[in-house]
């Protein structure tokens, strides 16, 4: 089968196209999913499990890319919850080969059904940043309706559903991106777009929120605390600078889970029209490496690069 391989995993990944990778087979409770299409997660590449082999030995040129959109191939021993020939949306195990292939192995809580409204390019960039915006905000900090949220890195792949989530929700939703894209952000249902190139952020909020969803790290988390009300939460998918509270950004960070049944929901929500798949741009097979290492062409710079991979 095809396939995209990282050849080379320091700070410098480099990356060779194959045409004849094994294609894999699924043993007792596994899927074999055909890849249709596959999400980009460029900080995927520096992931302890990128590199690593569950017991900790080294991986040999991995095969990166773990959301993806394709069909039921064939069901491992045990599996009754999916039927061959079906599409399916989701993830696949951090330390299993990824989908930027032709197939790949999944695990029946790791998918659900594809929602029908979406192309495979679409719901292929939908399940990281879709999961990891609903288990920030209903999961970790339980946003309530009526709430003020603030929202860091709102045009990114996690953002974009982390304003239309808290939209549903019910809250007041501020977001700092750049300025080029706060008529989109509106449009998802942002209510304040604060420009993080020429505004302080700190600043700008009239008074303080309820939840922090922190998609950017470093100085921008350190100087988010000062925003929140007594009784506030912050959620953090971003590593912090070394200043600030070891514990305080311990309790915060939390690393996405997958979920059958939120991914269904999710789903449901993207058939609704409640929820937008938001594609940055499609790049073929061949251009993967450079999708990978950020010269996809065309880039709008909002929401998920996706590799069409049939």
Known sequence: MKAM???QTDANAAFELTKDAPKPNPGPGQILIQVKAAGITPTELLWYPTHHQKDGSPRVAPIPGHEFSGIVEALGEGVDAFRVGEEVYGLNDWFEEGATAGYCLTL?????????RLSHEEAAAVPIGALTA????HDRAQLQSGER?????GSGAVGVFAIQLARTIGAEVITTA???NEAFLKELGATQVIDYKDEDFTKAIDGLVDVIFD????ETLDRSWSLLKPGGRLVTIAAA???TAEQRVKDAFFIVEPSHYQLSRIASQLDEGTLKAIVDVVVPFEEAPDAYAGK???RAGRGKVVVAID
């Open 215 to 218: 998609g950017v790290g470093g």
């Open 149 to 153: 949220v603030l929202i860091h890195g």
């Open 178 to 180: 750049s300025k080029r």
């Open 134 to 137: 609903w288990q920030g905000l």
């Open 108 to 116: 029946p809580a790791f998918i659900a059904t594809k929602p029908r």
């Open 5 to 7: 391989r990282m050849v």
């Open 241 to 243: 600078s070394e200043e």
């Open 296 to 298: 996809a062409k065309a």
